[in-house]
């Protein structure tokens, strides 16, 4: 089985086409950074207008480099949700047009389930059942993959995410946009023991997060200080600890109280080198293994819309002919691959 893969929830546009048998074909990607930079973040209405001019170039990009032409697809799969509703509605009306000229099934992908199911594409994929973080801008997620399709929610942050905290200090810090990126390499020249930032939730049980703190003990600790290049890789690398020490804190003990011994690790915020050297040296005193995307597909994209829905295809799930677009889409709510016996 064959599909084309489109993602369009929020500021990155991305076709993809993957191949039961051959893999990976071909992954195209417009990431629109430079649009929004000039505002400080994501502009829904602006990432919606270029969405609409990026996405069909894209596609047939796409198609181009995988040597594929339509009548040899099997589906197609967009990103129905989470996300900027005028943005996922840019790349679900593209998606549901597409199979319905080329008279194939279309399925509405969770943009978390992609997450969750990006390192199926890297040559040592995890095993199910196990734990997953899913860490970005949006979210800060553990949960329980038992299955494709079976997800048992852990915790989750109580307010802001962690690539979200990353993101409001650097702001804070008047670091360009994306923020997040700029402040871990900043945190690389920083220097330990200068400041030191709260671990919420640490000192009591469970597996919440809370992150809405960290920018207002950020605003004390800088307040009336000359903001220096030595005091921002200061701040930023303690920043960056206070953040990474929770996270594999919170991921070690999921992984204690369910007994697994497989961890993923994906989204955004996956891609931090401080956080995959923690969590290797976590894995090695706890005796569990950890799987990531590989870093290109940390981001957005659309290989992962194509795994999720090449997935959800082959189980014989498709969507009717109306254009399905979530803002909001509790990932628990997804049916498995096969209902059970």
């Known amino acids: 089985m064959r599909i084309l893969a489109i993602e369009s929830s929020c500021d990155e546009s991305a076709a ?4 039961t048998a051959g893999g ?4 195209e990607l417009y990431s629109q950074v430079e649009l929004h930079r000039v505002y400080g973040g994501v ?6 207008r270029d969405h609409v001019r990026r996405l069909l170039p894209l596609v047939r990009e796409a198609l181009k480099r995988a040597g594929t032409q339509p009548q040899a697809l099997d589906g197609v799969a ?13 790349g679900a009306a593209l998606a549901r047009s597409l199979a319905q000229a080329w008279g194939i099934p279309a399925i509405g992908v969770h943009h978390l389930e992609g997450h969750l199911l990006a390192p199926l594409l890297e040559p040592d994929p995890p095993p199910f059942p196990h734990v997953a973080l ?7 997620i553990l949960i329980e993959v038992q299955a494709i399709g079976e997800y048992t929610l852990l915790g989750e942050t109580r307010d802001d995410a962690a690539g979200e905290a990353f993101d409001k200090t650097a702001k804070l810090l008047g670091l360009p946009y994306p923020g997040g990126p700029e402040l871990a390499r900043l945190a690389d020249a920083g220097r330990g023991g200068v400041f030191s930032f709260p671990r919420p939730m640490l ?10 703190g960290l920018k207002t003990a950020v605003l004390h600790a800088v307040q009336g200080r000359e903001m220096t290049d030595t005091l921002r890789s200061d701040v930023a690398h303690a920043v960056q600890e206070a953040i990474v020490e929770t996270l594999v804190a919170k991921a070690s003990r999921a992984m204690d109280s369910t007994g697994l011994d497989a961890l993923v690790v994906s989204g ?8 995959r050297v923690r969590m290797a040296e976590a894995a090695a005193r706890n005796g569990f293994r950890v799987f990531y995307p590989r870093v290109e597909f940390c981001t957005d994209n659309a290989a992962m819309i194509a795994v999720a829905g090449l997935a959800r295809l082959r189980a014989g799930q498709h969507d009717s002919l109306a254009i399905l677009a979530r803002a909001q889409w509790p990932l628990e709510s997804l049916p498995p691959l096969a209902p059970p016996l």
């Open 24 to 27: 990976l074909l071909s992954h």
């Open 203 to 212: 000192d009591r049980p469970g597996l919440e997060f809370s992150f809405s």
């Open 268 to 275: 955004g915020v996956s891609a931090n080198r401080a956080l």
């Open 16 to 19: 993809a086409v993957l191949d």
């Open 134 to 140: 899913l860490v970005s801008g949006g979210h800060t």
């Open 78 to 90: 967009y990103t129905a949700g989470p996300g900027l509703i005028g943005a996922l509605l840019t």
């Open 43 to 48: 502009v829904p209405e602006l990432a919606s």
